[in-house]
């Protein structure tokens, strides 16, 4: 956990934050994180399909990961790479990846084939079906059974 990398070089990262299908109130969000939490940034990297950060912080990259899914809802993966060892220290770099949703919660959607809300967004998308008032809970690895109405 550095925050700040006095002693270090410029380019210095532990984790790398990857923001994919994102909107601009997310960008907008993790910018001022990063911001209040006075935390380095080596290289911000745009993707085809969103925006990579470089930090110097593996734990502010694992805890702005699980805010962003907490406030907006979309998927978080977390994975660790042995990046070298230090006085007998294993030295782990981070991935940390949040992919957003392409709906919110309230919007009506189609799930199955038939029409649901979107109840909840966090660690899993929860649907209530219009009709029958039952609540479904869907795992981020069938988001794309769920489309908006």
Known sequence: ????IIGKHQSYYEATL???AI?????HFVN????KNKIHV???TKVNSGLDYQL?????AQNIGKKIQQKFGGKVLTTAALFSK???NDIYRLTVLFRGVPFKKDEQVLYKGDEHTVIALGKEI???NNLTKKKKHVKYREMNLIKKH
């Open 1 to 4: 956990m550095v925050r700040n």
């Open 18 to 20: 990857q923001l994919r």
């Open 23 to 27: 909107t601009p109130e997310m960008l």
């Open 32 to 35: 001022e994180e990063i911001a």
């Open 42 to 44: 080596a290289k911000c």
């Open 56 to 60: 110097s912080d593996n734990k502010f």
């Open 86 to 88: 230090r006085d007998g």
């Open 126 to 128: 929860v649907l209530q």
